[in-house]
């Protein structure tokens, strides 16, 4: 099993900055991906950021040249810096993570943490 523990939402004001932690622990394989999601009221939940083991990342259009995803390896930790924040940013961010385990990959959610951008 593994877990997924995420900190660091919370209220800034628009042009603001905000960083999301998300610590993984369990069992974890080593070839994986983890991404950030978020989902506003009435929306879809859509992907904002993907970075895989290798350091391979992919973003939002939305989100390119705002909001950087990083990871630290040895402490199974996935970032998101978000910065430049706009009110069209608020909502409830979740964390994942994707294990490449044979004969099929596995997903993993966490809870999520709001994050609200005022005007």
């Known amino acids: 099993q593994v877990q997924l523990v995420e900190s660091g939402g919370g209220l800034v004001q628009a042009g603001g900055s905000l960083r999301l932690s998300c610590a993984a622990s369990?069992?974890?394989?080593?070839?994986?991906?983890m991404s950030w999601y978020r989902q506003a009221p009435g929306k879809q939940r859509e992907l904002v950021a993907g970075?895989?083991?290798?350091?391979?990342?992919t973003y939002a259009d939305s989100v390119k040249g705002r909001f950087t995803i990083s990871r630290d390896t040895a402490k199974n930790t996935v970032y998101l810096q978000m910065n430049s924040l706009k009110p069209e940013d608020t909502a409830v961010y979740y964390c994942?993570?994707?294990?490449?385990?044979?004969?099929?990959?596995?997903?993993?959610w966490g809870q999520g943490t709001q994050v609200t951008v005022s005007s």
């Open positions: 369990g069992s974890i394989f080593s070839r994986n991906t």
């Open positions: 994942n993570l994707v294990a490449a385990s044979y004969p099929l990959p596995n997903s993993y």
């Open positions: 970075i895989t083991s290798g350091g391979t990342t």
